[in-house]
């Protein structure tokens, strides 16, 4: 059974910086793609960013030049780095595992999420 758990949301001022993380159990993480979506309150969810298993990266318009997404296959964990936070950034935050190696900004095409963390950007 996979696990997904998220972590490292929280309260930060307009052009504040915070790093998510994802820890991965039960899967071979090397193997797959990894994606970061979010979802603000009366908005569907939607594709922050996603690595393929090979490091290949793609970023949302709305977040390209603020975040970077990274993996650390040792650890079983991936990264999102914002920096440069606005307030239409507040959102719960979800990690997910892909069904592949290869990435995607459609949700259909991952298979295990985690609970999500919350991140709130005061102006």
């Known amino acids: 059974q996979v696990q997904v758990v998220e972590s490292g949301g929280g309260l930060v001022q307009t052009g504040g910086s915070l790093r998510l993380s994802c820890v991965v159990s039960g899967r071979t993480f090397s193997r797959s793609a990894m994606g970061w979506f979010r979802q603000a309150p009366g908005k569907a969810r939607e594709f922050v960013a996603s690595?393929?298993?090979?490091?290949?990266?793609n970023y949302a318009d709305s977040v390209k030049g603020r975040c970077a997404i990274s993996r650390d296959n040792a650890k079983n964990t991936v990264y999102l780095q914002m920096s440069s936070l606005k307030p239409e950034d507040t959102a719960v935050y979800y990690c997910?595992?892909?069904?592949?190696?290869?990435?995607?900004?459609?949700?259909?095409?991952?298979?295990?999420w985690g609970q999500g963390t919350q991140v709130t950007v005061s102006s």
């Open positions: 997910a595992v892909g069904r592949a190696e290869w990435g995607s900004s459609l949700s259909n095409n991952y298979e295990a």
């Open positions: 690595i393929w298993s090979g490091g290949l990266t």
